[in-house]
């Protein structure tokens, strides 16, 4: 697990992995290896050993992102890796303090014109970077970006009031956004998402543009035999088929959305190549 225990990522890797394990027989350990947007755990997959031991949870940041946003990083997200299968994806929303004066995206948009530079947003990962940057694009705004490790510490922070808004997936932000502590405004996805049915996309918000959404899937280190990936790919569909841990995603925010290893590795590469004209339509150079 790249990224960090908290995450979108994070807690729906904890229910597949239980879940997983339950169905070969073994248990399966999560192991965070944090550090430079998911790329130091990607790399370590992608340097295991090739016997279906050690996979990897990996998705947007890891293998669309990063290869778009960093110039330098250790490992490639097609060569690099045999897909196992898709799990699913999880919609985006723009989040803002439950304290703050904003309820619209008009308003906030107008706030961040009323002062250039004066709003912020957060990230901790790739697609929280290109939505905020896209948003700055489409609005004509100029909003400081700030980075974070993870998702919890800038949801604290938006809390807190430090930083302005922060586009995250609705897993991490679920429990807060129903406390009220903090406002949700927009959602990323083409459609409105039943576990925010109120909130407007972000097309209605007059701020259209192509659908950015978070997927995520399971990975082992490439020349991974294939017999061992079809097994472990059987094992994967059968769980996400589980009424139960089909629940506990809804209830987080996740759509399980499972695909089999050659359709999952096409999406996969079908990314990187959007990414590549995303981050340069928002003015992104690798970093």
Do not use: C
């Not at 394990?21 to 248990?27: A, E, H, I, K, N």
């Not at 706030?111 to 489409?138: C, D, I, T, V």
């Not at 430090?162 to 807060?176: E, G, I, L, N, Y």
């Amino acid at each position: 697990m790249p990224l960090a225990p908290g995450s979108g990522t994070d807690a729906i890797a904890r229910l597949v992995a239980a879940k997983l394990g339950d169905v070969l027989g073994t248990q399966i350990v999560v192991e965070n290896k944090v550090g430079a947007n998911g790329a130091i755990g990607t790399t370590a997959a992608a340097r295991a050993a090739p016997d279906g031991y050690t996979l990897l949870v990996g998705g947007t940041t890891t293998h669309a992102g990063n290869p778009n946003l960093m110039k330098h990083i250790t490992y490639n997200p097609v060569t690099d890796f045999a897909p196992i299968g898709q799990l699913g994806v999880y919609p985006y929303a723009l989040l803002v303090s439950g304290k703050s004066n904003y309820t619209t995206m008009a308003q906030l948009v107008a706030a961040a014109k009323a002062k250039p530079g004066a709003l912020s947003f957060g990230y901790a990962n790739a697609l929280g970077q290109l939505s905020g940057e896209m948003l700055k694009q489409r609005a004509g705004i100029d909003l400081t970006a700030v980075a974070y490790r993870g998702s919890p510490q800038a949801i604290t922070d938006i809390i807190g009031g430090r930083v302005t808004m922060m586009f995250v997936d609705t897993t991490p932000a679920t429990a807060q956004i129903q406390a009220g502590t903090v406002k949700a405004l927009a959602v990323t996805t083409e459609h409105r998402t039943d576990l925010l049915p109120n909130v407007p996309t972000m097309a209605e918000a007059g701020l259209g543009g192509p659908r950015v959404e978070a997927w995520n899937g399971l990975f082992a280190p490439a020349k991974t035999p294939r017999p061992i990936i079809d097994k472990l790919s059987a094992a994967l569909t059968q769980v996400l088929s589980q009424p139960d841990l089909k629940k506990q995603m809804e209830a987080i925010g996740f759509e399980a959305e499972p695909s089999p290893p050659d359709v999952f590795g096409q999406r996969v590469a079908d990314e990187v190549a959007l990414w590549a004209t995303l981050t340069k339509q928002a003015g992104l150079e690798p970093e």
